[in-house]
Structures are given as C-alpha cells and as structure tokens.
C-alpha cells in the first residue's frame, strides 16, 4: 500500500471514529439525570412555564432522534450548543480557555516527547548501571504519588513557601497570568505568562517524561537482544552508532503509538493540575460545568477533547508509516 493510501485509510477510520464518539457523547448527555434548562431559567423553584419555554426556545422537548439529527447539522456548522450556566454559546466559551489548555498541554508534550525518548535511550543503553538505578527508583516513587498532590506540594514549596521567606523568586500560586497585565508591554506579558505556567507545566512535564523515558527503556532494552544488534556489534560498529543506526529506530515505533495515545491521557491530567492551580483552561472548565449540571458545556468540551485524542492518534498513525514502511502493508 502506498503512503497515500495509507494515509487516506487512516484519515477515514478517524472520521468514523470521531463520529462513534460524538454520537456516544449525544445520548450518554441525555441520559444523565437533572434538568439543564432550570440553570438557566436561574432557580429550581420557579414557575414550570419558564422550563418548558426554555427547552422548546432550545428544541429540548423535540423527539430524540429528531434532537439528534439537530446536533449533527449544527455540530458540522461549528455549534455546540449553548451553556445555560454561562448563558453564552458554548463555542465562545470554551474559545476563551482552550489557547490556555493548548499552550499549557502543547508544551507539556513536546517537552515529554523529546525528553522522555532521551532519557529512555541513555538508560536502558546503560541498563544495570547508577543512573538506571536512579531512574527506575525515582519512577518508582513518583508514580505511587497522586498527580494532584505533586500539584500541591509545588504549590506549597515554590510558591507560598519561597513568598513566605522572602525570596526575591518565587512564583505565582494560581491563574495564568497577573491581574493587572493589562498594564503590561508585550514582552512584559509573554514574561509573565510563562511565570504562571511555570508550576503546573512542571507537574506535567515530570510525570509526562518519567512515564515515557519507561516506556521507551523497556522498548530499547528488548530491541538490544535481537540479532541484528548483536550482528551491528559484530562489524565493529561503536555503541552510539549501533543505538542510533540500528536499535533507536526500531525501539521508537511503539513510543510513537503511545505517544498519541497519551494525548487523552494528557488532558485528563491537565483537568487535575488546572484545577489544583486555578488555571483558566478547558479542564477548569469542564469540572465547573459538571458541577454545575451545564449538559452543553459538558458535551462540548468532550466533543473537542475526543477531537483532539484522535487527532494525535491520526498523527502517530502517520509518523509511524514514515517510519516503518512494513506497517503500510496491512
């Protein structure tokens, strides 16, 4: 199969599966108990009327299917619906927190990816010695310990505690930038975003490097028993040319795999550190509207967040046919 066709293949079964997914989202959203329209309307207690014209302003009282094909037609037109929380649409709102999210998950991976890979391939190419000792035990101990509680203890060491002492740094203990940045020149502010994102960038870039430098010392330490490593060594080819020329690449297939897997995964814990650092992203977002029974808000978010999973599953499906042209002939 040529590249094109496989990227075309690739292409079609992400299609079907982001259409799977938000049907999934549709009626797992109808199903869900408690009555949206009452947000809106602003009490719990008031006349039935303003329910009832709510949802018929909305098309909430139309059939189910009828509903569902509603959703479709707006869904391919840009419109998630509208947030009865906010009382906006749903698309201004998440528009007004997801370049957060972005900016705080899009360098979280970027910094895994290349890091995590790195340090993979020094430890398992140095497998038996100190510094694999040292990393398999920091792993150890990091992932026993909850992400958010790493949020936490950063919050309370690097924030409030470097404050409380009087040193000249420290940073910022929620938010994503200062309230007065207003005020600030361009430079100013760039600075002053990154001050903010600081702290939970790290929480993630830790756990994110750890998990796949693992993933990736694993890979590597099988690929280094296979015959041809052994046949690299034979020829009188150094270590860096035999990990570089021959076992890096084979170990990186399965990495890559994971990698867009871990896009979801990603998210998942970008809601935990955005909430431990009041962070204005789409994970904040989220866990507000679900406390606030906002249903449109809730089936938005996920919309783009199931979005985005198979989009990084797309990606890594094409890096690997880059890579491996084997895998193009399936």
Excluded: C
């Amino acid at each position: 199969m040529g590249l094109w066709k496989y990227i075309i293949k690739k292409l079609i079964f992400a299609i079907v599966a982001y259409f799977v997914a938000v049907t999934l989202v549709f009626f797992i959203y109808h199903v869900m108990p408690g009555d949206p329209t009452y947000i809106y309307a602003g009490n719990v207690h008031i006349d039935e009327d303003i329910p009832e014209s709510t949802k018929e302003r909305w098309g909430l009282n139309e059939p189910l299917w009828k509903q569902y094909f509603i959703f479709l037609r707006n869904l391919i037109q840009g419109d998630l619906g509208y947030s009865f929380f906010k009382q906006k649409p749903v698309m201004e709102v998440i528009g007004e927190t997801l370049p957060w999210t972005l900016l705080l998950l899009g360098s979280a991976f970027i910094i895994n990816a290349v890091l995590g890979i790195l340090l993979g391939s020094l430890v398992a190419w140095r497998r038996g010695s100190k510094t694999d000792s040292a990393f398999v035990l920091t792993y150890n101990v990091y992932n026993a310990v909850p992400l958010f509680f790493v949020g936490m203890v950063f919050i309370a060491l690097f924030g409030f505690q470097l404050y409380k002492i009087g040193s000249p740094i420290y940073f910022p203990l929620f938010g994503a930038q200062d309230a007065l940045s207003y005020r600030f020149t361009t430079l100013q502010r760039v600075a002053d975003i990154l001050w903010h994102l600081a702290l939970p960038l790290s929480v993630l870039v830790i756990s994110g490097v750890l998990g796949w430098s693992w993933f990736m010392r694993g890979n590597l330490i099988n690929v280094k028993t296979e015959d041809y490593i052994q046949t690299a060594r034979a020829k009188g080819l150094s270590e860096n040319q035999v990990l570089f020329k021959h076992g890096f690449r084979n170990a990186l297939l399965p990495v890559i795999t994971s990698i867009g897997m871990s896009v979801g995964g990603l998210i998942g814990g970008s809601v935990l550190i955005e909430t431990v650092f009041n962070y204005p992203g789409t994970g904040n977002l989220l866990l507000n509207a679900l406390l606030k029974n906002d249903y449109n808000l809730i089936q938005g978010a996920f919309i783009i967040i199931s979005g985005l999973t198979l989009l990084g599953l797309l990606i890594a499906e094409i890096l690997y046919g880059f890579i491996d042209p084997r895998t193009r002939t399936s």
